[in-house]
């Protein structure tokens, strides 16, 4: 059974900095490229960032890129999102997946972390 816990959110003022983490497990980290995702209030879940098994490849969403960086452990079976210049427009819950390309490939998803950022 797949499980993704998310944490690593808060409350921050704008041009800081948060990292975030997700621990995989029930198969869902083997091999597999990773990814984030936010959804912001009254917004749809959007795509942020990914990172291959070898962490090799990685690719961003243009409001992100140069800001953003993600990073996996794969003996912790863990990925992180290290976060910095964060603006207002960054607030979201930030959830992880596993992904294909730029789409989540489970349904499900786990709690998330929130991610707030004061002007």
């Known amino acids: 059974q797949v499980q993704l816990v998310e944490s690593g959110g808060g409350l921050v003022q704008a041009g800081g900095s948060l990292r975030l983490s997700c621990a995989a497990s029930?198969?869902?980290?083997?091999?597999?490229?990773m990814g984030w995702f936010r959804q912001a209030p009254g917004k749809e879940r959007e795509f942020v960032a990914a990172?291959?098994?070898?962490?090799?490849?990685?690719y961003y969403a243009d409001s992100v890129k140069g800001r953003f960086t993600i990073s996996r452990d794969n003996a912790k079976n863990t990925v992180y999102l290290q976060m910095k210049s964060l603006k207002p427009e960054d607030t979201a819950v930030y959830y992880c997946?596993?992904?294909?390309?730029?789409?989540?490939?489970?349904?499900?998803w786990g709690q998330g972390t929130q991610v707030t950022v004061s002007s």
């Open positions: 997946n596993k992904v294909q390309g730029r789409r989540p490939v489970y349904d499900y």
């Open positions: 029930g198969g869902a980290f083997s091999s597999a490229t």
């Open positions: 990172i291959s098994w070898s962490t090799v490849i990685t």
